[in-house]
C-alpha cells in the first residue's frame, strides 16, 4: 500500500534548485546524502546538472520510469507539474509547497481543482503544504528536514510540519529509530487513514504514532484504527482540545457535548491511545518500540530510596497497575542478600547503600517471578552505586526477559551516561517515575483492549415509519423542536418505557386525567418554546389532589406567559408520577467528524455544572454501553450507598442502546435529552420521563 512513496524505484524532484538556500535544493541534497538506492531526477529549466545528478526541464524528458515526484514549485506551478504528472504516468506526488487552503479562499479554490484534476488522473498526493516524508528501510528521505532519524519500529504521522520537525530532534537526541515519517499538510488527498493502514502492512513499523490536529473522516478512522489496532498500537496526541461546537447548543447533551469528547470516545472505542501531552507520547513511543506488552497488571517496582518509591506507589494507585505484594517465596529469595532493613513488599527498597550488585541480583530474581508482570527500576545516584553499571546489568538481563523493563535513574548529571547506555540498548529511561507509571499504564489499556472478545452489538426493531410520520409533520410546520407528546411517540416507538400521561388543554381536563392516571401526579407545561422547563417553573410534582392540579394548572401557564411571552402553550401534560429512582440523563448529539454522539450522566439540574458524564459514538456496541455507564465518577451512586438497593443497571443499558439505534436510522436529529430516565431498583427497568429532540431538514 502506498508502495510508491515509501519504496519507489525512482524519484523526482521537480523545482530542485542549485541554490543552498532553496528548498528544492535541501530536498534534493537530503535524498542523495541519506544514500536512497533508487534512480534520482532532478527536475529545473534552467540548470544542467545538480549535486552530481543530470538534471531535466521537465518530467517528460526524463528516459525512465517515475515512481515518486516531489513538487516543490511555487503554487502557481503546482497544477502545471500534475499534469506533467499524468503524461508520465507518475501515480504517486508530494507536494512540498505551500499557499493552498491554509491560507483562505483563494488558496482552497486552488487545492481543490489541484484534488480534482489528481484523482482524475489517478494520481494519489501527500500534503500540499507538507515538509515531506522519511522511509529509514528504503533510506529515503524525501523532506528538507534536518537530519534522517536512526532505523527503527516507531512510524509516525504528522498533520504539522513543525512536530514533524520537533519528533525527529528528538529521535535523533535520544537514539530512537524511526521506521517511517511522513508530514500530511493540508491532506488533500492522503490523510491519516491511509497512512495507518500502509503502516498495518509494514513490518518494520511496532508501533505507530500522530500528531492530529482534526480528523475529517471520522467514520472512516475508526473503522481503520480499529484494524490497525488489532496488531499494532497507535498513539496520537491530538490539538486544539476546545469545545467551540458546544456553543450553540440548546439541549444538555449540546451543551456538554464539544468536540473533544468525539475524539476521546472515538479513540477509546478504536483502540487508540490518546496521548496527553508530547511528553506523554515520547514516553509511550519509547515503551512501546521497545518493550513487550506486559502479560498483566502487576508492576514490580525495585528503588533505592524511599521518597521516588512512594511516588511511583503513588501513580500506580491512579492507574489501572497492580502494585501487587511480592509473594513469600520471592521475598525469602530476596532475604538471602538483601540487609534486613531492606523492603521484601513493593516497592522493593533495596535502601540507600545499595550497590549495582544488589540492583543486578534484585532484578534476576523479581524477572523470576510469573506474578509479576512488569518492573520499573528506580535509581538515586549515591556514591554507593555504579550507575553505568547497573545500567549495563539491566541491559543484560533484559536480553532474556519477556517483561518489560523500564527506568528512572533520578537526577541529571550523575545519571546522564547511565541513561544514554540504556536508550542505546532500547532500555526506556525517564526522567520521572510518573512518566514511567504512565507509559506503563498505556501499554496494559492497549493489551486488554486488544484482547476483549468482539464486541457485540444489538440491533433493535423501531416503528420507523411511525417516527418519519411524525419528523415530516414537524418539518411541514417549520419546527425543529418537537414537543414532549412527540418526544414519547418517538421512544414509545422504539419500546421505551414511559409513564402514562394525558394532555390536559383546561383546568377541568387536567383533573379528570389525573384522576384516570391516579394520584399523586406529575404537571408539565406543554410548549415546543419551553425547552428547560423546570427552569421556567413549568414542572411540579407529588401533585395529590385535584385543587393541587387546579392551582398548578393556574400556576404554570400564567407563570410562563409572564416569563416567555411568546411562547406557544398546548396545554399541561399530566404524568404518572414514577415513586423511586435515581435519575440519569441520556442524549444524542452530532459531531461534525464522527457523527451521532450518544451522552450519558446522572441526571437532575446539576449535570451541566457538574460535567459528570461520558461519551461514545453510534452505534454503541453492548461493551461500550457498560464503559459508558461505568466510566462517570458518580457511577457508585448507582450501585446504591449506604444499604441502597442498586439502580437497574440493565435498563440504563437497554435504554443507551435503543437510544444509539434511534440516533442511527435517523440522521436528522441533530440533538436529544432523555432527561431524566428514572432508573427503577435493579430488576425493575428504567423509565423515560421526560424526553427533548431537535431535528433539522
Ligand atoms: N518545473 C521545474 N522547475 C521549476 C518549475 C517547473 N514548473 N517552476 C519553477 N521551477 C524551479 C525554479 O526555476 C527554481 O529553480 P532555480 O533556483 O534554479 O531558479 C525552483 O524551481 C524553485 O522555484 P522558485 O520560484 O525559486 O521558488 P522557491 O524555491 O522560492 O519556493 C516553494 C518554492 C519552496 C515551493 C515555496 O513556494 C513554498 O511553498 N514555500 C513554503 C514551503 C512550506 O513551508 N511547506 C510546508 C512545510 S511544513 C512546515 O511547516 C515546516
Known amino acids: 500500500m502506498l508502495q510508491h512513496f515509501f519504496n519507489p524505484s525512482s524519484v523526482a524532484v521537480v523545482g530542485a534548485s542549485q541554490n543552498p538556500h532553496k528548498i528544492g535544493y535541501e530536498i534534493l541534497e537530503n535524498i542523495i546524502q541519506y544514500k536512497y538506492r533508487g534512480a534520482v531526477y532532478p527536475i529545473n529549466p534552467k540548470a544542467d546538472e545538480i549535486l552530481g545528478h543530470k538534471a531535466y526541464p521537465d518530467l517528460i524528458s526524463v528516459p525512465g520510469n517515475i515512481d515518486l515526484a516531489v513538487i516543490v514549485v511555487p503554487s502557481a506551478q503546482v497544477m502545471e507539474v500534475i499534469e506533467q504528472c499524468g503524461e508520465k504516468e507518475v501515480d504517486s506526488v508530494v507536494i512540498i509547497t505551500a499557499g493552498f487552503k491554509e491560507i483562505g479562499p483563494e488558496g482552497s479554490h486552488l487545492e481543490e481543482a489541484l484534488a480534482v484534476r489528481a484523482k482524475a488522473l489517478g494520481i494519489r498526493v501527500v500534503g500540499p503544504n507538507c515538509l515531506g516524508i522519511i522511509d529509514t528501510t528504503s533510506s529515503l528521505n524525501a523532506s528538507f528536514a534536518e537530519g534522517m532519524p536512526l532505523p527503527g519500529h516507531i512510524g509516525f504521522f504528522s498533520q504539522s510540519g513543525a512536530m514533524c520537525v520537533a519528533i525527529l530532534d528528538w529521535a535523533l537526541g535520544q537514539n530512537v529509530g524511526f521506521s517511517r515519517f511522513v508530514s500530511l499538510g493540508n491532506k488533500m488527498d492522503i490523510s491519516e487513514v491511509e497512512i495507518m493502514l500502509s503502516m498495518e502492512h509494514d513490518v518494520n513499523t511496532r508501533v505507530i504514532l500522530g500528531y492530529s490536529e482534526s480528523i475529517d473522516d471520522g467514520a472512516n478512522f475508526m473503522v481503520a484504527a ?188 550523575g545519571v546522564r551516561r547511565a541513561r544514554r547506555i540504556l536508550q542505546d540498548h532500547s532500555i526506556p529511561s525517564y526522567e520521572y517515575p510518573e512518566d514511567a507509571i504512565s507509559a506503563l499504564d498505556a501499554m496494559i489499556s492497549y493489551r486488554r483492549w486488544r484482547e476483549k472478545p468482539p464486541r457485540q452489538y444489538k440491533h433493535f426493531k423501531g416503528d420507523t415509519r411511525k417516527v418519519r410520520q411524525i419528523f415530516s409533520s414537524i418539518i411541514a410546520q417549520h419546527r425543529h423542536d418537537l414537543i414532549e407528546s412527540e418526544a414519547r411517540e418517538v421512544l414509545r416507538a422504539y419500546q421505551f418505557r414511559l409513564p402514562e400521561n394525558r394532555i390536559a388543554k383546561t383546568t377541568k381536563e387536567a383533573v379528570r386525567a389525573a384522576s384516570e392516571i391516579g394520584y399523586p401526579v406529575v404537571m408539565k407545561i406543554a410548549s415546543p418554546d419551553v425547552l428547560h422547563k423546570s427552569d421556567m417553573g413549568g414542572v411540579r410534582v407529588g401533585i395529590a389532589n385535584g385543587a393541587q392540579v387546579e392551582e398548578a394548572f393556574f400556576d404554570m401557564t400564567s407563570g410562563i406567559r409572564l416569563r416567555q411571552p411568546d411562547a406557544r402553550i398546548l396545554g399541561v401534560m399530566v404524568q404518572e408520577m414514577i415513586p423511586q429512582g435515581k435519575e440519569v440523563i441520556l442524549g444524542i448529539t452530532r459531531d461534525m467528524q464522527f457523527g451521532p454522539m450518544i451522552m450519558f450522566g446522572l441526571g437532575g439540574i446539576y449535570v451541566e455544572v457538574l460535567k459528570d458524564v461520558s461519551f461514545r459514538i453510534a452505534p454503541l456496541s453492548v461493551e461500550s454501553a457498560d464503559a459508558m455507564i461505568r466510566e462517570i465518577r458518580s457511577f457508585p451512586l448507582l450501585r446504591g450507598v449506604r444499604g441502597e438497593a442498586p439502580a437497574d443497571i440493565e435498563g440504563i443499558r437497554d435504554s443507551l442502546l435503543r437510544l444509539s439505534q434511534i440516533a442511527i436510522d435517523f440522521p436528522e436529529i441533530i440533538e436529544a435529552d432523555i432527561n431524566p430516565l428514572l432508573v427503577c431498583p435493579e430488576g425493575q427497568g428504567a423509565v423515560a420521563v421526560d424526553a427533548r429532540f431537535t431535528i433539522h431538514e
Open 226 to 413: 480499529r484494524r490497525v489496532c488489532q496488531t499494532k498500537p497507535i498513539i496520537i496526541i491530538k490539538s486544539g482540545t476546545t469545545s467551540a461546537g458546544a456553543k450553540a447548543a440548546s439541549s444538555h447533551t449540546g451543551a456538554l457535548a464539544g468536540s473533544d469528547h468525539a475524539y476521546s470516545a472515538a479513540f477509546k472505542q478504536s483502540g487508540v491511545i490518546r496521548a496527553k501531552s508530547m511528553q506523554d507520547l515520547f514516553g509511550y513511543a519509547m515503551a512501546f518500540a521497545t518493550q513487550p506488552l506486559p502479560k498483566g497488571p502487576s508492576v514490580a517496582i525495585i528503588t533505592n530510596s524511599g521518597g521516588p518509591g512512594i511516588l511511583a506507589a503513588d501513580a500506580c494507585d491512579r492507574s489501572s497497575l497492580h502494585l501487587t505484594p511480592i509473594r513469600k517465596e520471592t521475598a525469602d529469595r530476596l532475604r538471602e542478600f538483601l540487609p534486613p532493613a531492606a523492603s521484601f513488599y513493593n516497592p522493593v527498597d533495596i535502601i540507600g547503600d545499595a550497590t549495582e550488585e544488589r540492583y543486578e541480583k534484585t532484578l534476576e530474581v523479581i524477572l523470576q517471578d510469573d506474578m509479576l508482570h512488569s518492573v520499573l527500576i528506580l535509581l538515586s545516584p549515591t556514591a554507593a552505586v555504579d550507575s553505568e553499571a547497573v545500567a549495563y546489568s539491566i541491559v543484560k538481563l533484559a536480553k532474556n526477559s519477556e517483561k518489560p523493563i523500564i527506568t528512572v535513574f533520578m537526577g541529571e548529571k
